[in-house]
T-cell receptor, first 111, second 120 residues
Framework: LAKTTQPISMDSYEGQEVNITCSHN???????ITWYQQFPSQGPRFIIQ???TKVTNEVASLFIPADRKSSTLSLPRVSLSDTAVYYC????????????FGTGTRLTVIP | GAVVSQHPSRVICKSGTSVKIECRSL??????MFWYRQFPKQSLMLMAT?????????EQGVEKDKFLINHASLTLSTLTVTSAHPEDSSFYIC????????????????FGPGTRLTVL
């Protein structure tokens, strides 16, 4: 079971780029890396998923080094509405290991 | 696409009563659904895996006779908290994984909006 480690909290000013790194030293060959965003009293929302190198969508970018032992979620030009908890999960298939949430990173965007 | 709903969104009940929470995948079929519980300021904790047509798999420390799970169809799973007590008050969240999702990742969970349970 690939355990993940993230910073507990981060602060950022509006308009800045935010990078949140997740460590997953025991990631397995078949594991994907998935990031979720959660607002208070809501279910987590899928942000991005990747296996290696770089993935980009309309919301974020995900950078994964060659050894895949870590990953970095990059949020460009954050706004106040990006204040939330961000979780990274690693696992191969639903029903296997991609189910266990770590502490997450509480991002606070400051005006 | 890939929308998961939960009902009710909020419920308040008296101690000793049972509460049923529904989780539905609205636009995809899900052979597997998952139930989580989240206490204030804490992370999500997996309670059980719900498999369509078979018994649920419970995580260690979760009482299967207290948290009854039924996954009767490919779009519906229910969690019944039996004889609820104040310590069961929590935010319950379900997720579903598409059996097949054209153009997307089948490894991804899609979460419902959650159900806030308060037991008086």
């Amino acid at each position: 079971l690939a355990k993940t480690t993230q910073p507990i909290s981060m602060d950022s000013y509006e308009g800045q780029e935010v990078n949140i790194t997740c460590s997953h030293n025991n990631i397995a060959t078949n594991d994907y890396i998935t990031w979720y965003q959660q607002f208070p009293s809501q279910g987590p929302r899928f942000i991005i998923q990747g296996y290696k190198t770089k993935v980009t969508n309309e919301v974020a970018s995900l950078f994964i080094p060659a050894d895949r032992k870590s990953s970095t979620l990059s949020l460009p030009r954050v706004s106040l509405s990006d204040t939330a908890v961000y979780y990274c999960l690693v696992g191969d298939l639903p029903g296997a290991n991609n189910l266990f949430f770590g502490t997450g990173t509480r991002l606070t965007v400051i005006p | 696409g890939a929308v998961v709903s939960q009902h009710p969104s909020r419920v308040i009940c008296k101690s000793g009563t049972s509460v049923k929470i529904e989780c539905r995948s609205l636009d995809f079929q899900a052979t597997t659904m998952f139930w989580y519980r989240q206490f204030p300021k804490q992370s999500l904790m997996l309670m059980a895996t719900s498999n369509e047509g078979s018994k649920a798999t419970y995580e260690q420390g979760v009482e299967k006779d207290k948290f009854l799970i039924n996954h009767a169809s490919l779009t519906l799973s229910t969690l019944t908290v039996t004889s609820a007590h104040p310590e069961d008050s929590s935010f319950y969240i379900c997720s579903a994984s598409p059996s097949v999702l054209a153009g997307g990742f089948t490894d991804t969970q899609y979460f419902g909006p959650g159900t806030r349970l308060t037991v008086l």
